[in-house]
């Protein structure tokens, strides 16, 4: 099981911020172009910004059961370039200030193991379909990029969720963001005061208003940044304000999201001043049954190679949520990886070995 490690090491090397995916892909093509794939890059690069486009490559298979696709994403967070890897103890880690990149070159290390062992050792397998996208930490720019033909499949299983092997997750939220320009006007504050409107007083006022944080069980929101004003002496004649909010439950989301706009409607019309407001459908949320075929074929297979099975929701979002709205049966998988998106990351080898045993076993069942 060295050849996953040395993989994973690999890739975790390469630098890949988001936008600059190309030279990953360039590893990663090589690797399932001499294990037998037929692979490919879409033509995105525009929609994304991004340095190369989508990866999507098959390996035919004679299984019944129709196409699985796996899936993960090239690019991660920065700090991310110049990452050195150590091993000790059966655990990788960053040795400097960087995080280690296992968010998501654990997924691709992974998918490159398993191509490799099923053609290696002959088995029969299901048709298979890789995907792996740019630019989704800013977005899942790749996903919305890439066209939904290239993404069809009987079941995409996204390999991007944290925690252990073994982790389903049947539910992700839908979201909103938005940008908000609230407008006063500006007088001097220790000369006339009276003259002015405060934007920043109205953006505080509108925050007053709203219900922030987790307001259920499956609903949050969020203000994200604040940002106004030239000079302590001048009443602030402009002000931006960042949020969010999201909701395994669409209505809701939908819901909160006009809470939101109402407050800061209400508060700048109180003080005489303006808003202008921005909205970004970011995704849409997907639930999957947990007695559904697709759960239980992955919750087989985890039992296959000794694994303990359990799903759960979560309230973040993947390229899952973008592959769920063209109406592909999705699932996201633990791959191991913890405190991602810190210099604190760190990854169990045996996961890897894991992750990779789990796709072998997925690829090799037939049906669902």
């Not at 379909?129 to 290239?150: F, I, M, N, Q, W």
């Not at 949050?220 to 302590?232: F, M, V, W």
């Not at 304000?241 to 706009?261: F, H, I, M, N, W």
Request: hydrophobic share 40%.
């Amino acid at each position: 099981m060295e050849r996953v490690l040395d993989t994973f090491l690999d890739l975790v090397r390469i630098s890949s911020p988001t936008g600059q995916e190309s030279r990953v892909a360039a590893y990663v093509a090589e690797a399932l172009r001499e294990a037998g794939c037929e692979v490919r890059f879409d033509d995105t690069r525009a929609l994304t910004g991004a340095d190369t486009g989508n990866l999507i490559a098959v390996l035919s298979g004679s299984l019944e059961g129709g196409v699985l696709a796996f899936s993960a994403h090239m690019d991660c967070v920065q700090p991310c370039e110049g990452v050195e890897p150590v091993v000790t103890g059966g655990l990788v880690r960053s040795a400097g200030d960087t995080i280690l990149g296992g968010d998501d070159k654990v997924g691709l290390a992974a998918i490159i193991e398993a191509v490799r062992r099923l053609t290696e050792n002959g088995e029969a397998h299901r048709p298979l379909k890789l995907l792996l996208t740019v630019s989704e930490e800013e977005g899942l720019l790749g996903a919305k990029a890439l066209a939904p033909e290239d993404a069809a499949s009987s079941l995409c299983l996204v390999l991007d969720a944290d925690g252990p092997v073994g982790g389903i997750v049947v539910g992700a939220p839908s979201h909103y963001t938005f940008e908000a320009t609230f407008g006063g006007r500006a007088a001097h504050a220790g000369v006339e005061p009276e003259k002015g409107i405060s934007a920043i007083a109205m953006a505080a006022d509108a925050i007053g208003r709203m219900k922030l944080g987790r307001l259920d069980d499956h609903t949050t929101a969020n203000i994200g940044s604040i940002a106004g004003g030239s000079a302590t002496n001048v009443v602030a004649p402009s002000c931006r304000v960042t949020g969010e909010c999201r909701s395994l439950d669409p209505l809701r989301a939908e819901a909160v999201r006009d809470s939101l706009d109402t407050a800061m409607r209400d508060a700048a019309a109180a003080a005489g001043g303006t808003v202008m407001t921005e909205w970004d459908h970011a995704y849409n949320g997907f639930t999957v049954p947990v007695d559904s075929s697709e759960v239980r074929s992955v919750m087989r297979a985890c039992e296959a190679i000794g694994v303990a099975a359990h799903t759960y929701t979560t309230g973040g979002g993947s390229d899952a949520n973008v592959f769920a709205t063209h109406g592909i049966p999705t699932l996201v998988l633990g791959t191991g990886m913890t405190s991602v998106h810190s210099t604190d990351e760190t990854l169990e080898v045996v996961e890897l070995e894991r992750l990779a045993d789990l796709l072998v076993a997925l690829a090799t069942a037939p049906g669902l």
